[in-house]
């Protein structure tokens, strides 16, 4: 794949997982809330599940913004990637615990995470190509 064409793919991913973070996770919890959120409230969502909303909505917005010209963005990127990979492995542990409550986990949000990092770190340019 020649470096243009791995650049357009990283802006269409950059922009879907903007938009799922942004707009995806809410509604993911309320729907599928075993495999989205960890803990619920008494009415919904605990405040910890919306603390995460939150601090995905954030990164959403800034992973649509760095759409637009990635390679100006690479840290971001790349903390995306490696902050994905370290969610998703504490969580993949984590679904084990809790007498079997949060298994649905193994089929939802963590593999979702790796998949961003994935994608997200085979479309990212590096080393040479960025000369």
Do not use: K, N
């Not at 938009?19 to 619920?40: C, K, N, Q, R, T």
């Not at 790349?78 to 949060?102: D, K």
């Amino acid at each position: 794949m020649d470096d243009a064409r791995r650049l357009a793919c990283l802006r269409i991913v950059l922009v879907v997982v903007g938009l799922i973070a942004l707009f995806g996770l809410y509604p993911l919890m309320l729907l599928w809330p075993s495999g989205w959120a960890w803990e619920h409230g008494h009415e919904g969502l605990s405040e910890y599940a919306l603390m995460i909303v939150g601090i995905y909505a954030t990164l959403g917005v800034f992973l649509l913004i760095a759409s637009r010209d990635p390679l100006r963005h690479l840290s971001l990127i790349w903390f995306t990637v490696w902050s994905s990979v370290v969610h998703g492995a504490i969580m993949a542990v984590q679904s084990f615990g809790g007498e079997g409550r949060h298994l649905g986990h193994l089929a939802a949000d963590v593999p979702a995470l790796f998949i961003v990092a994935a994608a997200l770190a085979i479309f990212t340019p590096r080393g040479s190509t960025l000369r």
